[in-house]
């Protein structure tokens, strides 16, 4: 154990064990962090030197979330929306299989996203499931591949459908202040109405800061961009077109339940560039996430 007091961090594919009275190590985002649930007021002050570097991460988030306001059209009216995500993300190794495959990493998502439709009542705006195989590269490092399929609910009672094969590399890390997570994807996309190939890239900066007062509480915040690559003729209201396609930001609260289960609820700002002569959307979203951590 380190003279602080707090326990060293484990590698992200080989434990999920409590490390001794009153530290519990947590999966965050693929990687092991260790809570102190010990309520102490010598680790609630930090020198400035140490907190210089996680204050930038910080910073950097929130300018990746205002970037899409830069330009003067941005402040120009825009179509808003209430929404509610719902999502479930399990993820683990297969060390229960055998321990020689404990690089070897799955992953299983599932959302429904509901919009305000009339009434202020909800419903269903689109759907997905994300399954993914992934390796360890370090204990921070990991590379994935995976599928997704997509229903997309249109307002006359249709839905088109979209596949998508994915891959991603992921960073988690500590900070003085808490876990950083980078991941960055690339999507390649078909949709049921066109022929074309859509190539989308998106970039994830997250951020979680324990709350010494509260124990295993996170406040979270995260920043994703999203660029498509190209253009597509995919029909109206669901093309896709080369430049900036959204940005979503998110500010919430973490809680974790035990070392395999932990939930993160929160409001998402969601900005989409629709680039046509039509408003530039904003949706306003109730996010809640609940992750399971599976690791042998």
């Not at 009216?77 to 055998?98: H, K, P």
Request: charged share 15%; glycine share 8%.
């Amino acid at each position: 154990m380190a003279k602080n007091g707090c326990a060293k961090v484990p590698p992200i594919i080989f434990s999920n064990a409590a490390d001794g009275a009153g530290y519990v190590s947590a999966m965050v985002d693929g990687l092991y962090l260790t809570m102190n649930t010990q309520m102490t007021s010598r680790h609630s002050i930090m020198p400035a030197r140490r907190l210089f570097p996680a204050l930038c991460l910080v910073i950097a988030i929130v300018a990746c979330s205002l970037m899409p306001f830069a330009s003067p059209t941005a402040w120009a009216e825009l179509q808003s929306d209430t929404q509610v995500w719902g999502a479930v993300l399990a993820r683990g190794n297969f060390g229960y299989v055998s321990p020689d495959l404990k690089r070897w990493l799955w992953w299983m998502e599932g959302q429904a996203r509901y919009r305000d439709c009339c009434n202020s009542e909800f419903t269903l705006n689109q759907s997905l499931i994300r399954p993914g195989l992934g390796y360890a590269l370090t204990d921070q490092s990991t590379v994935w591949l995976g599928y997704a399929h997509v229903w997309n609910e249109l307002t006359d009672h249709t839905d088109i459908q979209e596949d998508r094969v994915w891959e991603q590399y992921m960073w988690s890390g500590k900070t003085p202040l808490g876990a950083f997570t980078s991941r960055s994807r690339l999507e390649q996309r078909w949709q049921a109405n066109g022929s074309d190939t859509g190539s989308r890239f998106r970039q994830y900066f997250k951020f979680s800061w324990p709350i010494s007062f509260l124990p295993g509480t996170d406040f979270v915040v995260w920043d994703e961009v999203f660029v498509n690559l190209y253009d597509t003729d995919w029909g109206p209201g669901l093309q896709s077109h080369q430049g900036l396609d959204q940005n979503r930001g998110f500010v919430g609260f973490g809680y974790r339940f035990s070392p395999e289960i932990k939930t993160e609820i929160g409001y998402m700002n969601q900005y989409i560039q629709t680039h046509t002569a039509t408003y530039d959307r904003m949706n306003h979203i109730i996010s809640a996430w609940l992750f399971f951590d599976l690791y042998k």
